[in-house]
């Protein structure tokens, strides 16, 4: 069974920094793709950040140059470091595993089929 634990979220004034966590078994970490996503309250949810089975991250135009993705293989950890945040970054940010998610559309919600039960990011101004 697929699990994800997210952990990290919180409030912060913009211009501040957040590190959000998706802890998960060693089967899943090796296996799976994980991803990142958040929706805000009355939008769809949306892709924010992955890294593909290569290695190369992707990240959604909103958040290129203040977010990064990364992996902390030796406890089956990803993050996702959140810099330079804005009140439009607000939202429940989630984890996600795909068992196989091209890179063309590794940020596409249909790939992926387990999730975490998110951690909120408040952003204020």
């Known amino acids: 069974q697929v699990q994800l634990v997210e952990s990290g979220g919180g409030s912060v004034q913009a211009g501040g920094s957040l590190r959000l966590s998706c802890a998960t078994s060693?089967?899943?970490?090796?296996?799976?793709?994980l991803a990142w996503f958040r929706q805000a309250p009355g939008k769809e949810r949306e892709g924010v950040a992955a890294?593909?089975?290569?290695?190369?991250?992707r990240y959604a135009d909103s958040v290129k140059g203040r977010f990064t993705i990364s992996k902390d293989d030796a406890n089956n950890i990803q993050y996702l470091q959140m810099n330079s945040l804005k009140p439009e970054d607000t939202a429940m940010y989630y984890c996600a595993a795909a068992a196989f998610a091209p890179i063309s559309h590794i940020l596409s919600l249909e790939w992926y089929n387990y999730w975490g039960q998110g951690t909120q990011v408040t952003v204020s101004s």
């Open positions: 890294i593909g089975r290569d290695g190369s991250a």
């Open positions: 060693k089967y899943t970490y090796d296996t799976y793709s």
